[in-house]
């Protein structure tokens, strides 16, 4: 790495003690920004790469909460604002126990790029909380989120910060997040939170939107390569909102996908999976994977194991970060691997990145490839502003349009610094540069 980017990374790991996925995400970026400052020296002495380290500000709040025993519960809440460039703060909130303020800010840090790929006038941030909605009643759910807003309401807003889903957080919990920003605020300000639900000022798509986005990225990628998913052999990690509709994406497009995941075990289903079953199990029941294995023949499930054993031509990683390491790259390229779409955060470790980029594997970084969700929103935020909305066929247009768009960026950078086919290096370039001209052009804040 460049030595001026060293000292300036090392400052930034020594600051920010402990925060193990935020660090993996800074070194990241870091490793791909070289050749930019040679072209570039205005970005040092404009000490942009501090300043985006940086979060512009950082919220961290007590969440408390009655369960159903009425028993007192305490959780921890946090927003990161972390760079507002380009537009309000944009970026989900996640509801997991592993949540900290390293992921949050690692989160955060990588909207930052992506938002910026998309073209869309949005910023980059992130939120949530260590709070574990699995085997939470609907009314805990909802006693939970509206503590989380009473908090969270007087730092956001549709031109400021506008929250989203993440893992654990969906349409339900949107909707009581909305209901109870509404209640305090007495404003019916649909821009502040996106993944609403359609007939109160949601987007059509919107559910749909990251899934699909990751294979039309992976599909404009295997197409550099005279290839389509007509015919592929997929497997896709994780069974929530965006492995579901990545799996119904990739199977209209003529590819099976033969295995997916929870936390508990993965499934193989050798006929491709069917999605009606998968949705009625994981969205309507709430369920577990392991109950699609009695309902369907010819499946098997694999309680504990690695997804990742799984022979496939695309993989798509779409449950959660460093699921996907070196080993398992490794035993997938000796396999027959072609491609891999991050539908998930950063989920490949930097080991099983170096394996796929070594093997010459299509690569595409969950900055890029997963932005179809984002992406919507901010159509969502769009359809809200002009109190319109649009058709499902009009919306999935704008959203087919912005990711073969952003595709085509990430390949025209990377041929533009030397490294063609280097997804890494043209999603990290090509977000950086166009946050890195704003930051100049707004002056030192
Ligand atoms: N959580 C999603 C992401 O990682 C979506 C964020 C949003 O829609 O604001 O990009």
């Not at 942009?48 to 959780?75: H, K, M, Y």
């Amino acid at each position: 790495m460049d030595a001026r980017l060293e000292a300036i990374r090392d400052t930034v790991l020594a600051r920010n003690p402990g925060e193990r996925e935020f660090h993996q995400a800074v070194i990241e970026v870091f490793e791909s920004l070289g050749p930019v400052h040679d072209r570039h020296p205005e970005f040092l002495e404009g000490a942009v790469l501090e300043r985006l380290c940086e979060p512009e500000r950082q919220i961290i709040f007590r969440v408390p909460w009655t369960d159903d025993a009425g028993s007192f519960q305490i959780n921890r809440g946090f927003r990161v604002e972390f760079n507002s460039a380009l537009g309000p703060y944009k970026g989900g909130l996640r509801f997991h126990p592993s949540v900290n303020l390293g992921i949050i800010k690692f989160l955060g840090f990588e909207q930052i790029f992506k938002n910026a790929l998309t073209g869309m006038p949005i910023g980059g941030g992130k939120g949530g909380s260590d709070f574990d909605p699995r085997g939470r009643s609907d009314a805990e759910i909802m006693r939970f989120c509206q503590s989380f807003m009473t908090e969270l309401y007087r730092h956001i807003g549709e031109y400021t910060d506008v929250p989203a889903g993440d893992i654990g957080v969906g349409g339900r919990e949107i909707g009581y997040l909305f209901g109870q920003y509404k209640r305090i605020t007495n404003r019916y300000e649909s821009g502040v939170l996106t993944g609403k639900g359609i007939s109160w000022g949601g987007s059509l798509v919107r559910p749909e939107a990251t899934g699909y986005g990751t294979v039309i990225f992976a599909e404009e990628m295997l197409k550099t390569r005279g290839q389509s998913f007509d015919g592929q052999r997929v497997v896709v990690s994780g069974s929530g909102n965006v492995a579901i509709n990545a799996i119904a994406k990739a199977q209209a497009l003529g590819a099976t996908v033969v295995a997916c995941s929870d936390s508990s075990g993965y499934i193989v289903d050798e006929a491709g999976i069917d999605v009606a079953l998968l949705r009625q199990i994981k969205e309507v029941e709430r369920g577990r994977l392991k109950d699609y294995e009695a309902r369907r023949s010819a499946v098997s499930y694999v309680e504990g194991g690695s997804v990742w054993d799984v022979d496939a031509t695309v993989a798509l990683p779409c449950a959660t970060q460093n699921e996907l390491g070196g080993d398992a790259a490794a035993r997938l390229v000796r396999n027959g691997l072609l491609a891999v779409g991050e539908g998930a955060n950063m989920p490949s470790t930097r080991d099983a990145v170096a394996v796929f980029q070594e093997a010459g594997i299509l690569f595409g970084p969950g900055k890029a490839a997963n932005a179809g969700g984002v992406t919507t929103s901010a159509l969502e935020m769009q359809q809200n502003a002009s109190r319109d909305s649009w058709s499902f066929a009009h919306t999935e247009e704008r959203l087919t349009e912005i990711m073969v768009g952003i595709h085509a960026r990430c390949a025209a950078t990377a041929d533009e610094y030397g490294d063609p086919g280097n997804y890494v290096l043209g999603a990290n370039i090509g977000g950086f540069v166009k946050v890195a001209d704003a930051m100049l052009a707004q002056g030192l804040i």
